[in-house]
């Protein structure tokens, strides 16, 4: 495995301005797993434009209490689109909680799910659709051609920062603000 392949979980993926592909262009994506087999990330500054929370909690016939519909749904990326996923903050107990870093957690099972619509889920988290994912090297031949630029994950973009300034602000993290 490649140094660069080493290091990308817990990082950020921001597109290059004037990135084509009209997929990625101004994202940033939260890279949640890298290894020789290739690369799982979600982009975390789109919203789904039809889906609202109360829709998708409908869908998978979960229960909910309260004001869901503060709750907004991202798109995560074109791969597994119909796939809920949840980038979370502790705590990490959730069935087959990936850990991506001391403050953000990846879930997908049904427990995390619920406990949201029940308002007993993690105070930070972000429910996604889709995913973002690369084969074998993808990922790092695109880093090489200069289509993304990494930065760590700043917890604080991911749960606090207005999904339509998360691309801008990312780049100032780089220094790449123009």
């Known amino acids: 495995m490649s140094e660069l392949s080493a290091f990308l979980k817990g990082h950020f993926l921001i597109a290059i301005p004037g990135l084509p592909d009209p997929n990625f262009a101004q994202t940033v994506i939260c890279m949640c797993e890298h290894n020789e087999l290739g ?9 789904h434009p039809l889906l ?7 869908d998978l016939k979960i229960e909910y209490t309260g004001n869901i519909d503060s ?3 991202h798109l995560g990326g074109p ?4 796939g809920v996923f949840v980038l979370h903050g502790a705590p990490f107990h959730w069935q087959g909680c990936l850990q991506v870093t001391p403050k953000l957690g990846l879930s997908n099972t049904r427990d995390i799910i619920e406990a949201i619509g029940q308002g ?3 105070e930070e988290f972000l429910i996604v659709l889709g995913c973002a994912g ?3 090297l993808q990922v790092e031949h695109e ?12 917890e604080n973009i991911v749960y606090h920062t207005p999904p339509d300034m998360m691309w801008e602000q990312s ?8």
């Open 143 to 154: 880093i090489e051609d200069n289509a993304w630029l990494v930065s760590p994950v700043v």
């Open 134 to 136: 690369w084969g074998p």
């Open 79 to 82: 791969v597994q689109s119909s």
């Open 71 to 73: 709750i907004r749904i």
């Open 120 to 122: 007993h889920g993690p």
């Open 52 to 58: 609202t929370s109360r829709e998708l909690f409908d």
């Open 171 to 178: 780049m100032m993290l780089i220094g790449e603000n123009d």
């Open 39 to 47: 690369a799982l990330g979600f982009i975390i500054n789109k919203i």
